[in-house]
């Protein structure tokens, strides 16, 4: 099992911005990813999870309405998506396999936000 | 939204046993996952559903739940066990990490 991320992005605010997480080596549409969220020298923040085979999502109160997940299943990719960046998103950002834990983990991709 | 606790740090001689605590409002009728991160990595779980540890996690890393806490107990802790560790209970269709616990091995 693989989970591989896009790589860095430098933004400025008001941008938009897709990530992706390329998931390889099981079967895409029976497993949930998951998306969490860490902020320099912070925690990890759940951000929600979507289904690989129906692109049912769960969203975390704290990031609906400002992401959106998506998959394409054609592609075994999963998307992480926001219209406008703002300087506090600044971050890194994971996806992971959720079966009955995150068990399999992306490298991460950073996302730096600045004027 | 359910939350939990942890202590921030823990210090540990090596060889000594290390717990790591994760507390909730009746945590041990939850599942518990625990993440093992170390600076500039992504993390990884040491340990799934209370007490499994997955392939390749030694097995002097071990958990238990009951009541309202969780534990995550290290035995014999080797420098290589110097990392941030996550608690992370299964609650319905929400997720939720701890704060996290930075593990010192002096």
């Known amino acids: 099992v693989q989970m591989v991320q896009s790589g860095p992005e430098a933004k400025k605010p008001g941008e938009s911005l897709n990530i992706s997480c390329k998931a390889s080596g099981y079967t895409f549409t029976n497993y949930w990813i998951g998306w969490v969220r860490q902020m320099p020298g912070k925690g990890l923040e759940w951000m929600g999870m979507i289904y690989g085979g129906d692109s049912e999502t769960r969203y975390s109160p704290s990031f609906q309405g400002q992401v959106i997940m998506s998959v394409d299943k054609s592609m075994t990719t999963a998307y992480l998506q926001w219209s406008s960046l703002k300087t506090a998103d600044t971050a890194m950002y994971y996806c992971?396999?959720?079966?009955?834990?995150?068990?399999?983990w992306g490298q991460g991709t950073l996302v730096t936000v600045s004027p | 939204s359910y939350e939990v606790t942890q202590p921030p740090s823990v210090s540990v001689s090596p060889g000594q046993t290390a717990t790591i605590t994760c507390s909730g409002d009746k945590l041990g009728q939850k599942y518990v996952s625990w993440y093992q991160q170390k600076p500039g990595q992504s993390p990884v779980v040491v340990i799934y559903q209370d007490d499994k540890r997955p392939s390749g996690i030694p097995g002097r890393i071990s958990g238990s739940n009951s009541g309202n806490t969780a534990t995550l107990t290290i035995t014999g802790t080797q420098a290589m066990d110097e990392a941030d560790y996550y608690c992370q209970p299964w609650d319905s269709r929400n997720v939720v990490f701890g704060p996290g616990t930075k593990l010192t091995v002096l």
């Open positions: 992971a396999r959720q079966d009955r834990s995150f068990d399999y």
